[in-house]
C-alpha cells in the first residue's frame, strides 16, 4: 500500500484519484464553513443546518447510496478520507456526515422493498442508526410491533430514517433475533439527552419508539448479517458485498484521523512563534525537547493512520468475495480500537507541547480534545475488547464476546 508524509510528519495514506480524489477535495472545499461555525455547533449542541446543507451539497450524505439511487456508490476507503479532511475542521460535522452515510449503506443491506422505500422516493435520504438492541419487538400480523429508547443517535435532528436496534420476541416472549429495524424518523420521538463535554454538535439524542409498526422487509437480523448473510437481492453491487462488522468499525476513525491531524496542525504552527516560559528559547521550535514531542505525536497519527487504511483496504478488497472470515475480523477489531488510542495519545502529547493555552475556550485545541476523547470512547473503539477478541483468536479460544466484528 503506498502512502506519502506531509512535510509535519502525518501519512497522507493511499494515494488517491479519479472520483475519490474529487470527493475529498469537495470535502476540502466546504472545510472553511466548518470551522465558520464549529464553535456554534458546539455551543448549540447541533450542528448548523447551513453545515448540514453543505455536507449534502459535497455529496457526503451519498457517498455510500447506490448509483440507481443517484448515489457515489464509492467505499470505505472514500469514506474515511473524505470524513477525515472533515474532521480536520470540525469533529461533529465530520461525525455526522460519516454517520449518516454509512447508516444510509447499512439501509442498502436490507430487502429491496425497504431500500425502494427509504431511497426511491427521496435519493437524499439521511439514515441514522443506534445497533444497541434497546428495544422490543413482539411479532405481529405482516411484522413487528416495536416500542424502545435508542440513545447516542448522532445526526438525530436531521434524520429521515432510523436503523435502530431491537430484540424480536415470539409469541412466547421468548427472544428469537437480535435485529436492526427501519423505521421513519416521523414515527419516532426526539428525546434531548446529549448533553456532554465532547462532539456536542453531533446532537446524538435518544430516539424514542411506541408500538410502531415495522413490516417484515425492514428488519435485519445482525447476527446472519454479522456472517454477511444480507437479505438484499443480489446485484453487480460491490460496496454491498462488504463486511458488516468492519465496515461500521472502521468509519469512526476518520474523524479521529482528522482531529489528530487538526492538533498536530495547531502546534506545529504555534511552536514557530510560541515562546516555552521558563527557558531560554524564544519559541518552542528551537527546543529539542518540544521536536521530539511533536515528532512522537505526528509518529503516532501515522501508525494510526497506517492501521486504518491497512485494515479499510482490506474490507473494500473483499467486498467482491463475501465476508472476511472471523479472524480477520477479530484483527480489525483489535486494529480499530489500537488506532483510535493511538491518536488520543498523540493530541495528549500535542496538549503537553502546546502548554495550558491548549485550554483557552478562543482556541479550537481544547474543542479538539474534547471531541477526540468523546468520539473514541465509542463502544466499537473500545481497546480493551479488541485487544480480547483478538488475544482469543491467537489463542485459539473460540468464545466471542461482540456481534459487531
Same mark, same amino acid.
Given at each position: ?252 476513525? %476518520? /474523524? =479521529?484521523?482528522?482531529?489528530?491531524? +487538526?492538533?498536530?496542525?495547531?502546534? !506545529? $504552527?504555534? @511552536? &514557530?512563534?510560541?515562546? *516555552? ?44 468475495? %463475501? /465476508? =472476511?472470515?472471523?479472524?480477520?475480523? +477479530?484483527?480489525?477489531?483489535?486494529? !480499530? $480500537?489500537? @488506532? &483510535?488510542?493511538?491518536? *488520543? ?61
Amino acid at each position: 500500500m503506498h502512502s506519502t508524509t506531509s512535510t509535519n510528519g502525518a501519512s497522507d495514506g493511499p494515494t488517491m484519484a479519479g472520483p475519490r480524489a474529487e470527493l475529498v477535495a469537495a470535502a476540502a472545499a466546504v472545510q472553511p464553513l466548518l470551522r465558520k461555525h464549529a464553535v456554534r455547533g458546539d455551543t448549540d449542541r447541533v450542528v448548523p443546518a447551513e453545515v448540514v446543507r453543505a455536507l449534502s451539497d459535497a455529496g457526503v450524505f451519498r457517498l455510500l447510496t447506490p448509483k440507481r439511487y443517484g448515489g457515489q456508490e464509492a467505499d470505505l476507503q472514500t469514506l474515511t478520507g473524505v470524513s477525515e479532511t472533515l474532521g480536520e475542521a470540525d469533529g461533529s460535522a465530520a461525525w455526522v456526515g460519516m454517520i449518516i452515510s454509512v447508516t444510509n449503506w447499512l439501509a442498502c443491506l436490507f430487502p429491496d422493498q425497504a431500500q425502494e422505500e427509504v431511497f426511491g422516493a427521496d435519493p437524499d435520504a439521511r439514515v441514522t442508526g443506534v445497533a444497541a438492541p434497546t428495544g422490543i419487538g413482539e411479532r405481529v400480523p405482516g411484522g413487528w410491533r416495536v416500542s424502545g429508547r435508542w440513545s447516542y443517535n448522532s445526526g438525530a435532528p436531521y434524520a429521515t430514517w432510523a436503523a435502530v436496534g431491537a430484540l424480536l420476541k415470539d409469541e412466547h416472549g421468548a427472544v428469537v433475533d437480535q435485529a436492526l429495524v427501519l423505521i421513519p424518523a416521523s414515527e419516532l420521538v426526539m428525546e434531548d439527552t446529549w448533553h456532554t463535554a465532547g462532539m456536542r454538535g453531533t446532537a446524538s439524542n435518544t430516539l424514542i419508539g411506541q408500538d410502531v409498526f415495522v413490516p417484515a422487509h425492514r428488519v435485519l437480523s445482525v447476527p446472519a448479517a454479522a456472517e454477511g448473510v444480507y437479505p438484499r437481492s443480489s446485484r453487480e453491487e460491490v460496496l454491498y458485498g462488504a463486511s458488516f462488522g468492519p465496515m461500521l468499525l472502521l468509519c469512526l476513525l %476518520g /474523524p =479521529l484521523l482528522g482531529l489528530g491531524k +487538526a492538533a498536530l496542525d495547531v502546534v !506545529a $504552527g504555534a @511552536a &514557530a512563534s510560541k515562546p *516555552l516560559s521558563f527557558t531560554v528559547h524564544g519559541r518552542q521550535a528551537d527546543s529539542v525537547g518540544v521536536q521530539m514531542q511533536v515528532a512522537e505525536a505526528a509518529l503516532k497519527i501515522e501508525t494510526a493512520r497506517l492501521h486504518t487504511h491497512r485494515a479499510v483496504s482490506q474490507v473494500d478488497q473483499a467486498a467482491a468475495a %463475501g /465476508p =472476511l472470515d472471523y479472524p480477520a475480523r +477479530a484483527h480489525i477489531r483489535a486494529q !480499530a $480500537g489500537y @488506532a &483510535a488510542r493511538q491518536i *488520543l495519545e498523540a493530541i495528549g502529547i500535542l496538549l503537553d507541547t502546546h502548554g495550558a493555552s491548549a485550554f483557552a475556550e478562543a482556541g479550537p485545541l481544547q474543542r479538539i480534545w474534547r471531541d477526540a476523547n468523546t468520539a473514541a470512547r465509542h463502544a466499537g473503539l473500545v481497546p480493551a475488547i479488541g485487544l480480547e477478541v483478538y488475544g482469543k483468536t491467537l489463542l485459539g479460544v473460540s468464545e466471542r464476546v461482540s456481534l459487531m466484528m
